[in-house]
């Protein structure tokens, strides 16, 4: 099979097919999705080495006696032990001996199959295409803030970075009915936010005031740096940001105005695919450009470009 392979460089590689173990199917990828966390293994995040990629849509391919056989799905992305105390707990995702899907110790997407514990997995509605099913993790993902900070309805909140999972996040907050203001860099990329009635406003430009809850969602340690000093005494800031570099935290800048920072990871995937099916977020003007998986290192390329949005690549096996 084909594969999209990272060993401190990426390259198209011609792959054995894997064979899915105890409690695991095969599934034949159609379409995935490259993040910014994706481009992260290529600076070093995790040391990872193998099939990038952990966003997709595809179909179960084997075994033949899995129920799950024929249907077309999406999959959580953590795996899990499956016998330590966190695992026993339902914190599967924070397991410590756990891999994860193209990030962690787990080959990914980027080919045309992969494997995945049947747990993991979530089947897509028909009324879902693979175009926007391809989407579920990021949107979940940009959910999990509402599970991590519960949003009270006079609260005021600021989204930092105008990337795609930012967007996503001022998108999800903005139907849960939040006052959601979105700050970013990239005009054309802020008027994706403005349909879901949220404000947007340059960095730059940004008015004064301070949040809430302010969710950091740049990418970058300028994204934390504007956060901390937008958010009101006892508000919280949600970390979104995953990124191989520092930042230099003074204890102070929490300690003193007594602010809560708080990690936000992987999120619902059923959520996420209801808000799919009902057309409440449509993530299709995410959308920069699809590329076939035998062109996947320009796709990675492409994905690097400054305001570059979502790049995806169709894995279906040519013919």
Same mark, same amino acid.
């Given at each position: 099979?084909? @594969?999209? +392979? ?36 290529l600076r070093g995040y995790h040391g990872f080495k193998g099939i990038m990629g952990?966003?997709? /849509?595809?179909?179960?391919?084997? *075994? ?52 995945? *514990?049947?747990?993991?997995?979530? $089947? ?6 693979d175009v926007l099913a391809v989407f579920t993790e990021p949107l979940a993902a ?27 996040? &001022?998108?999800?907050?903005? /139907? ?18 403005? *349909? ?14 301070? +949040? ?20 009101? *005494? ?6 979104? &940001? ?17 602010? &809560? ?11 996420a695919l209801r808000l799919l099916r009902d057309g409440r977020v449509d993530p299709?003007?995410?959308? @920069? ?11 990675? $390329? ?18």
């Amino acid at each position: 099979m084909l @594969a999209l +392979y990272f060993d401190g460089q990426p390259a198209i590689k011609e792959l054995p097919r894997p064979a899915p173990g105890p409690g695991e199917v095969l599934v034949r990828v159609h379409l995935a999705g490259i993040c910014a966390t994706d481009l992260q293994v290529l600076r070093g995040y995790h040391g990872f080495k193998g099939i990038m990629g952990h966003e997709f /849509v595809g179909e179960v391919a084997a *075994p033949e006696d899995s129920p799950w056989l024929g249907q077309r799905v999406v999959g959580e992305i953590n795996l899990g032990c499956g016998a330590c105390d966190l695992c026993r707990r339902g914190l599967a995702g924070h397991c410590r001996q756990r891999r994860v899907l193209g990030l962690k110790d787990h080959d990914g997407a980027l080919a045309h199959y992969l494997t995945l *514990p049947a747990a993991n997995l979530h $089947a897509v509605p028909l009324e879902v295409p693979d175009v926007l099913a391809v989407f579920t993790e990021p949107l979940a993902a940009a959910l999990r803030v509402l599970e991590v900070a519960p949003v009270p309805p006079s609260a005021r909140i600021l989204v930092v970075g105008d990337g795609p999972l930012g967007l996503q996040v &001022s998108w999800v907050l903005a /139907v849960s009915g939040a006052e959601v203001h979105l700050a970013g860099r990239h005009p054309e990329h802020l008027a994706l936010a403005r *349909p879901q009635g949220v404000a947007t406003y340059l960095a730059a430009d940004l008015p004064a005031g301070d +949040y809430d809850i302010v969710v950091e969602a740049s990418g970058s340690p300028s994204g934390l740096e504007l956060a901390l000093t937008r958010v009101r *005494p006892r508000g919280t800031v949600v970390m979104k &940001s995953t990124y191989t570099g520092r930042y230099p935290l003074d204890p102070a800048v929490l300690v003193v105005p007594e602010i &809560s920072l708080v990690g936000c990871r992987c999120g619902p995937f059923a959520g996420a695919l209801r808000l799919l099916r009902d057309g409440r977020v449509d993530p299709r003007p995410l959308i @920069a450009r699809t590329f076939p998986l035998s062109r996947g290192l320009e796709a990675l $390329a492409w994905a690097q470009r400054p305001g570059v949005l979502k790049v995806l690549v169709d894995c279906r096996e040519a013919g």
